[in-house]
């Protein structure tokens, strides 16, 4: 099954600004270099990974986000685009790649200064110099700013002294720690003269060559996990372990010679967010990652649909091929319609990080408004992986559990991706804040009871900022408000119910933060826990209506117009999916009655017919080349089964949109 003229038009697309280096890997990285064998062992899975992230690291693959003078390919908006195509292959290879150069090097490249780039990041990029990212501890995950490991300031020897004080600051969860790491930039408490600045990082070493502990350092493997056996995940406790002072990473802060703290931004809490906002790029990566693999399950599962029949039509005696029964094209094709849409809202994110770059911090309203769109995209990328990949399992049936048919591998790999680089629920949170508050302020430095307080005038122009396509949807949405008939296919409409959504929820919310906000001390933190249901409804309100804007502007972009007719109807469906997904909300609010609901559910089952007939295109266009599927069911087939009246896809007969080709579905 090659990918067809429209399918490949469709991938050129969806890869937007990111086409070339996409096509790249497509051209020249085989299954070999990045499909593992699901059947392998720990130690083997382990040993698989790093060879391969050794080998495309010599290829100067998914190397980008460092500097070209020591080696990198690429601005960091690339790195984002590396990340995703490692992701259609390994998930094991791609959070190794993402531990090493995104994390580890990540932190040296962002929070370091020249000496750190050029005594460090060539042998960073080589991965000749494996490292840890030790952040998370027993006792602290999300909650960063309360770590306990200690930095301490020695100025007898100009040092720093790494420790553990407490059990539950041991550092886990860590990739590269379990065996394979010799260095770790590690946060901790820094001590300078006896007052406490705030969490930093430094560069400790914590293996030598032969991969034995150095002095002090006690590093522990988490063996085997419910996913990502290529991953070596461990723990590491520091015992007083002893560091030159240059080790520490101080763009933002750091000790002079005088043996005094010097820092140009004041406030610990700014500083520390600062620090933490420079990293946002992994948690973008997590985000786009997911979406990659779940755009493999539903090529593998789309795939086995067009060739697997089950039961004969009446009287025909031909069996039904599965992706002929609508309940199997429910599951599917809205889904196939969110791959799309999120896949341009990562494109405009990775452009919106490379801007935020650019700029060095000299915008930062862009800045936290980075932070909160990856906060909210990782939140719902990583959550629809988990189901999707899980409905592409059980419409594959007893197919989809063998190993050998590529999709419990991808199951039991993206599982994790909803805890780390922050738990979805606190970033939800992390996002409601932002709504609440001016973007000016930093969300991190209030705690909720802070950001009730703060709500007594909420900043309404921040909520339904435009962030992208501003004139085209302005205008979409005056058109929707002129025009009569029926609403069902005007994007203009689509745009003002899930602006209203937002609007709504985040106005209700506020009101009941600012009542929490004057509530008793001793009742601040029930009034202020009472919502925050609330405010995950309100961070995926904001984050449905970003990721329709970025679709608008994919659309945009593309010039070919049947391929822009394709692209219409996968955002109909999109939009009216997850209007169809809100429903209650939108009763329940009186947007709209029990007739435009059933409305609603009969146009997405009109939809699904129509983009019926080019449904392998659409598979085509998310870009995952077949030979990275790893999937023996699909190799055994030799080819899928079509209804015979569909022929020849209506791009490659140059006739007219698919919306006027029809097709037959069984009921």
């Not at 930093?200 to 996990?225: E, M, N, S, Y």
């Not at 101080?250 to 520390?272: L, M, Q, T, V, W």
């Not at 087939?637 to 007969?653: D, F, H, K, L």
């Amino acid at each position: 099954m090659s990918t067809s003229p429209t399918g490949q038009a469709l991938s050129t697309a969806l890869d937007g600004p990111f086409r070339a280096i996409k096509q790249r890997w497509r051209d020249e990285v085989t299954a070999d270099d990045i499909v593992r064998d699901p059947a392998l062992s720990l130690p083997d899975a382990r040993e698989w990974t790093l060879d391969r992230l050794v080998r495309l690291a010599g290829r100067k693959l998914a190397v980008a986000g460092f500097p070209a003078e020591h080696g990198g390919t690429g601005p960091q908006s690339e790195s984002v685009a590396h990340f995703e195509m490692l992701a259609l292959g390994d998930l094991s290879l791609t959070i190794k790649s993402g531990v090493q150069h995104g994390l580890f090097g990540g932190a040296i490249v962002n929070l370091g200064t020249q000496w750190h780039h050029e005594t460090f990041l060539p042998q960073v990029i080589s991965v000749e110099m494996p490292g840890a990212f030790a952040m998370t501890e027993l006792g602290h995950g999300s909650d960063v700013s309360s770590i306990e490991t200690t930095i301490t300031y020695v100025p007898e020897t100009d040092e720093l002294e790494v420790n553990s004080p407490t059990p539950s600051s041991t550092k886990a969860y860590l990739g590269n720690a379990g065996q394979h790491g010799q260095w770790a930039t590690v946060f901790g408490q820094l001590e300078v003269n006896g007052e406490n600045q705030g969490v930093h990082v430094v560069l400790v070493p914590i293996r030598d060559h032969a991969l034995a502990d150095l002095p002090g350092v006690t590093t522990g493997d988490q063996g085997h996990k419910g996913g990502l056996l290529g991953v070596d995940n461990g723990t590491i406790r520091f015992d007083h372990v002893r560091v030159p002072r240059r080790h520490l990473l101080d763009k933002f802060g750091g000790i002079g010679d005088d043996g005094a703290y010097h820092s140009p931004i004041e406030s610990k809490n700014a500083r520390f967010f600062t620090m933490l906002g420079t990293l946002v790029r992994g948690r973008i990566c997590v985000g786009g990652g997911a979406a990659s693999a779940t755009r493999k399950a539903l090529s593998i599962a789309t795939r086995y649909a067009l060739q697997r029949t089950q039961f004969r039509q009446p009287g025909l005696g031909e069996e039904i091929l599965l992706l002929d029964y609508q309940t199997h094209q429910r599951k599917l094709l809205p889904n196939i319609a969110r791959a799309y849409a999120y896949g341009f809202a990562q494109n405009e994110m990775a452009l919106a990080l490379q801007r935020v770059i650019d700029a060095d911090g000299a915008d930062p309203v862009a800045a936290r408004e980075l932070e909160t769109r990856a906060a909210g995209m990782k939140a719902l990328l990583t959550r629809w992986a988990n189901d999707t990949i899980q409905l592409c399992r059980e419409a594959c049936g007893g197919a989809g559990y063998l190993s050998e048919n590529g999709l419990t591998l991808l199951r039991q790999d993206a599982d994790v991706f909803a805890t780390f680089e922050g738990d979805n629920t606190v970033l939800q949170q992390l996002v409601a804040k932002a709504l609440l508050l001016d973007y000016k302020k930093t969300w991190g430095d209030m705690d909720l009871r802070g950001t009730a307080q703060a709500t007594a005038r909420m900043v309404g122009g921040s909520v339904l900022e435009r962030t992208t396509a501003r004139s085209v949807i302005d205008r979409l949405v005056l058109s929707a408000r002129n025009l009569g008939g029926d609403p069902m296919r005007k994007r203009g409409w689509h745009v003002q119910l899930f602006e209203d959504r937002e609007a709504h929820v985040v106005e209700g919310l506020a009101k009941r933060m600012r009542a929490a906000g004057k509530a008793p001390a001793e009742n601040a933190f029930a009034a202020v826990n009472a919502c925050q249901e609330h405010m995950l409804n309100a961070a995926r309100a904001h984050t449905d209506r970003v990721v329709l804007e970025a679709f608008i502007e994919g659309i945009e972009e593309t010039r070919d117009p049947y391929i822009r007719s394709i692209l219409n109807q996968v955002c109909d469906l999109f939009a009216l999916a997850t209007l169809e997904e809100h429903r209650a909300w939108y009763m329940e609010h009186d947007r709209f009655d029990g007739n435009r609901s059933r409305e609603i559910s009969q146009a997405v089952d009109d939809l699904i017919v129509e983009l019926r007939p080019v449904v392998l295109e659409l598979v085509g266009g998310l870009g995952v080349p077949e030979g990275w599927l790893n999937s023996a069911m699909l190799a055994d087939a030799g080819g899928q089964r079509q209804p015979a009246e569909q022929g020849t896809s209506p791009v490659e007969q140059g006739t007219a949109p698919v919306e006027q080709v029809e097709t037959k579905v069984a009921s």
